[in-house]
């Protein structure tokens, strides 16, 4: 199967198959390139922002949901 027969059959997928897709396909390229080059701390990079920029770093917790599933449960929160 080539590339092209692999996205065309791709694009056909229902919405949420796709996003189930693409994270799993993510998550294997980072796995796959920590392997190869594990992260190096740049404190460097940080020491140039604003004390209360830096005081952010680390506050945001991403969800493993789905991004549909969480907006439409910000949405029922918001409206119910």
Same mark, same amino acid.
Not at 1 to 29: C, H, K
Not at 55 to 78: F, M
């Given at each position: 199967?080539?590339?092209?027969?692999?996205?065309?059959?791709?694009?056909?997928?229902?919405?949420?198959?796709?996003?189930?897709?693409? +994270? &799993? =396909?993510?998550?294997? %390229? #980072?796995?796959? /390139?920590?392997?190869?080059?594990?992260?190096?701390?740049?404190v460097?990079?940080?020491?140039?922002?604003?004390?209360?920029? +830096? &005081? =952010?770093?680390?506050? %945001? #917790?991403?969800? /493993?949901?789905?991004?549909?599933?969480?907006?439409?449960?910000?949405?029922?929160?918001?409206y119910?």
């Open positions: 199967m080539t590339l092209q027969e692999l996205q065309n059959q791709a694009l056909q997928l229902p919405i949420g198959d796709r996003w189930r897709l693409v +994270q &799993s =396909l993510l998550s294997s %390229i #980072q796995q796959e /390139t920590l392997v190869f080059s594990p992260p190096t701390p740049n460097n990079s940080l020491t140039g922002l604003d004390p209360w920029t +830096q &005081s =952010l770093i680390g506050v %945001i #917790q991403l969800d /493993t949901e789905e991004p549909t599933e969480s907006y439409v449960d910000y949405l029922e929160e918001k119910s």
